[in-house]
């Protein structure tokens, strides 16, 4: 129907199942997500998470309320530490100006980046994924635990990554603002001058880029046949034509 390469998407070569992202205007985007929960039914649809994991700051003001620091102390002293992991600090604080004077090797720091450094790269909590979907054949949960989200929906407990190495297919709804601008632009057209486009079926431009290349050839020939002053003549008929 919209002459898609197939083998692009399947073929003998391919190990792991091809994505499928589909793109919709922002604000229609949770219009779609209940469309297909109530489609294919909520037991066998999910959002995917993802494991945000601890950093150098986050795992440091854990380390620091577990030692009974006050949330002044904590803020204080994750301000100063640099972003990434905690492994990086010590050699962070001796190569950036900005962070040596950071006194790593001095208490309470000195206890807490040893603490941070155990939980250091540990999945903190689960967030949702910006678009990822599951949809199963049958009940998700005969393939993966699931758990509600902070906002109420359904997510996995696994990442996109062992979602595919389970060969369950990971589609992607994404928000486009583009889309939304060309939906407003289409309403302000029919608002102002009365005329409904349809954006689905609008003909094709062909053949710009060779018109291109041939006013560019022209005006090239133009220049060795009769001399700088027609090859300007040329170039600006160029201009005008495109």
Not at 89 to 110: M, V
Not at 189 to 195: E, L, P, S, T, Y
Not at 225 to 242: E, F, K, L, S
Request: charged share 25%; hydrophobic share 35%.
């Amino acid at each position: 129907e919209h002459n898609l390469y197939f083998e692009r998407f399947l073929n003998r070569q391919r190990k792991d199942p091809p994505d499928i992202d589909l793109d919709f205007c922002w604000r229609r985007r949770d219009e779609i997500l209940q469309y297909v929960f109530e489609k294919y039914g909520e037991d066998r649809v999910a959002m995917i998470s993802t494991h945000n994991t601890f950093g150098a700051r986050s795992a440091v003001r854990e380390a620091a309320r577990a030692l009974g620091l006050s949330p002044a102390e904590i803020k204080r002293i994750a301000h100063r530490l640099p972003y990434g992991s905690v492994h990086d600090i010590e050699q962070r604080a001796a190569s950036s100006p900005e962070y040596r004077d950071l006194p790593i090797h001095y208490e309470p720091l000195k206890s807490i980046i040893e603490i941070a450094r155990t939980i250091d790269g540990f999945p903190r909590h689960l967030s949702i994924h910006a678009g990822g979907l599951v949809i199963a054949p049958d009940a998700l949960t005969n393939y993966v635990p699931l758990q509600y989200a902070a906002k109420g929906v359904i997510i996995t407990q696994y990442d996109m990554h062992p979602i595919e190495d389970l060969g369950l297919v990971k589609m992607d709804l994404l928000g486009q603002r583009s889309l939304s601008v060309i939906a407003d632009t289409v309403e302000a057209v029919r608002k102002a001058h009365g005329v409904s486009i349809d954006v689905e079926h609008q003909p094709q431009r062909r053949g710009v880029r060779g018109r291109r290349r041939r006013n560019t050839r022209w005006a090239d020939a133009g220049k060795g046949a009769h001399g700088q002053g027609n090859a300007c003549r040329h170039r600006a008929a160029q201009g005008t034509a495109i």
